[in-house]
Nanobody, 125 residues
């Protein structure tokens, strides 16, 4: 069973940047796509982006495309989310999760499991 721990959240002014990290336990990290999701108060959890097991394939939600960048380091069992030009509407708890199927790359949150505890990103309006 993999365990995921997010870090890097915080308070940032609109237009600023944050870098989130997700550390994974287990020896099979490099076999699975990893995803980032977020959930704002009163809203459903939504897809932010996902990166394939090799890092060669990446998807982004339209709302973050061009501002957010996902990367992974399989040697360190980490996946990161670089968030630039943050907006108040980006404010949410951010979660990383692992694709349930090895070597897949999907976007629907029902295809992901082993959710981390989340990290809060606050962007005041």
């Amino acid at each position: 069973q993999v365990q995921l721990v997010e870090s890097g959240g915080g308070l940032v002014q609109a237009g600023g940047s944050l870098r989130l990290s997700c550390a994974a336990s287990g020896r099979t990290f490099s076999n699975y796509a990893m995803g980032w999701f977020r959930q704002a108060p009163g809203k459903e959890r939504e897809f932010v982006g996902a990166i394939s097991w090799s890092g060669a394939g990446i998807y982004y939600a339209d709302s973050v495309k061009g501002r957010f960048t996902i990367s992974r380091d399989n040697a360190k069992n980490t996946v990161s989310l670089q968030m630039n030009r943050l907006k108040p509407e980006d404010m949410a708890v951010y979660y990383c999760a692992r694709d349930l199927t090895a070597y897949g790359l999907r976007q629907n949150l029902t295809h992901f499991g082993s959710w981390g505890q989340g990290t809060q990103v606050t962007v005041p309006s």
